[in-house]
């Protein structure tokens, strides 16, 4: 049996599916392309010679399914209960498939996380003829093609594009693609780096990336990291999915799906991980209770659908919660930094102190002219606010802010550094660090686990997996060499077995170690305990550090004063 994918796609619509071809052949099959397996044959019979001259029995063209981002999709649809999908499953993988659609619909979940073929995955722009057409055109063509893990698509793009646009073009922005949404990697306008700086660690290397580490990479990403951890920044954090959950039944059916306590007072955020019935995360995300029946869910904008519909699942059957997806309507500006405060205050309205507006607190300030609702929180583990406002005002937001901030050194954040930031500050990054296989106590997000509110789903099985014990847990590594860059996914050895693998990876500019995370085995993910990575061939040394590498002690997110001899924090 001789196949190829060397030539153009040939598109076919489903409606042309609805008949049989005029041959006798099942829908799934196309009459033979002499013209276009020409060119395959002959590379064929160079292979195996007596090609050459043998007949071609049975000479078919079979039809596949592509989804636009090249995945299966598996799962209930949300619109009509009952119904099952196990689609764009290939012969290489159809038993995988069939053994997770039937484990799901048996026993309530599958064994592995599906979130990359979960079926309520993708946008509504996914589902335009256009967009389809494009991206299963594209797909065929790279389905046998080794793609770098942060390779963007060509085409469609600038489908999503923010209020801030123009500025991070006018800045320089690399723009990546994610969930359609155009979001800066990093901006020229930050070149050159600038010169080592007091808060770096001492003996620091930074790596100058090569090869494949290199590609979508820049040694900008450095001094964008160092402007958040000196100065001030800016980033756009528009694209996070932004959900209101309303109803006299929100608090109660949040205390139902979240695994921490909700019930808090107006105005307070909070950190949590909703879980599955075995206890596996299904996403962590924070949730701001705006009023008596009113809260703010917001999550990252790549998994922002996996997210909704999800909850969307869950709501109960008295129509006594709504769930709406705000997140076209409502624009978004990280401000995070030493000097967020004296940026944000020098055009607020309000009173923006620690005492007047602490840490995990959200309220509404007027910015200028632009009335805004702000929560302190940073996922880059700096002072700083997320300052949402109605998409119509967010130029006039940003601009006021890049105003003011300019005797202060702002600098506009890319998603390279971002990372990086969050990274050594250890925080997880749902669908890397954490799903659905792993559990909190495992991922280091037991604090954010509350077993004593009363029932949520995943409790049964956490007061369980708590009883026994964990066997692996998630571990901060540094490599030996700082230089040494890998990219995430490589397998890690611990004397000589492969104990697990990197999820996430990158270097941090403030700790001057090249970082990774990953989930070993107990007795390997010991403080000081020596593993390998494998990269390219090549085994990199590596060594267990405690985490997080930067500011342990949340003095720059709480601003708390560390008395040295005091004994604690004040």
Known sequence: MIGAYRHEPILVDPQELRWSWDDGLMPSCAPFRDDLFE????????????????????????????????????????????FWACEAVWITHGVGAARAVAEWMVEGLPDHDLREEDLNRFYPHA??????????????????????????????????????????????????????????????????????????????????????????????QAAEHRAARERVVLFDATPF????????????????????????????????????ERGGIVTDLTVTRVDDERFWVVTGGGVGMHDLAWMRRQLPDDSSVRLKDLTS???????????????????SQEDISNAAFPYLTARSL???????????????????????TPTEYGLRLWDTLWKVGQPLGVTALGGGAF????????????????????????????????????????????????????TRKLACMTFDDPAVAVLGKEPVFAAGQCVGYVTSANYGYTAGKSI?????????????????????GRRYPASVVREPLYDPQMTKLKELSVLAGAGGAR
């Open 516 to 536: 990774i995370y990953g989930y070993l085995p107990l007795d390997c993910a010991e403080e000081g305990s020596k593993v390998e990575v494998q990269y390219f």
């Open 419 to 470: 990372d990086s930031l969050r990274l050594e500050k250890g925080y997880r990054l749902w669908g890397a660090d954490i799903h659905s296989e792993y559990n909190p106590y495992e991922a280091g997000l037991g604090f954010a686990v509350r077993l004593n509110k009363g029932d949520f789903i995943g409790r049964d099985a956490l007061l369980r997996i708590k009883q026994q014990g964990i």
């Open 127 to 220: 589902f335009t003829r256009s967009y389809l057409r494009a991206r299963g055109a594209q797909n065929y063509r790279e389905v046998y093609d080794i793609i770098h893990p942060m390779q963007p698509m060509e085409t469609p793009r600038k489908l999503r594009l923010t209020p801030f646009y123009d500025r991070e073009q006018a800045l320089g922005a690399m723009f990546l693609e994610g969930a359609g949404w155009e979001r800066p990697q990093w901006y020229e306008a930050n070149r050159p780096p600038p010169q080592p700086s007091p808060t770096r660690g001492e003996g620091d290397v930074t790596p100058h990336r090569t090869g494949w580490a290199a590609r979508f990479w820049s040694p900008i």
């Open 366 to 388: 007027t910015i200028g002219t632009v009335p805004t609702y702000a929560i302190r929180i940073s996922y880059v583990g700096e002072l700083g606010w997320e300052l949402y």
């Open 329 to 347: 309507g409502w624009c978004c500006i990280g401000v995070w930094g030493p000097r967020a405060r004296d940026l944000v205050q020098t055009v």
């Open 39 to 82: 060119p395959s044959r002959g590379y064929a019979a160079e292979l195996y010679p007596a090609l050459e001259s043998a007949e071609l029995v049975e000479k078919i063209n079979g039809m596949f399914s592509f989804t636009p981002d090249g995945h299966s999709l598996i799962g209930e649809s949300l619109d009509v209960r009952g």
């Open 241 to 276: 999915v932004k959900i209101e959950v309303s109803g006299p039944g929100a608090l109660a059916y949040l205390q139902r799906i979240a695994a921490n306590q909700m019930d808090h007072p107006i105005g307070k955020v909070t950190y949590t991980a909703m879980l599955d």
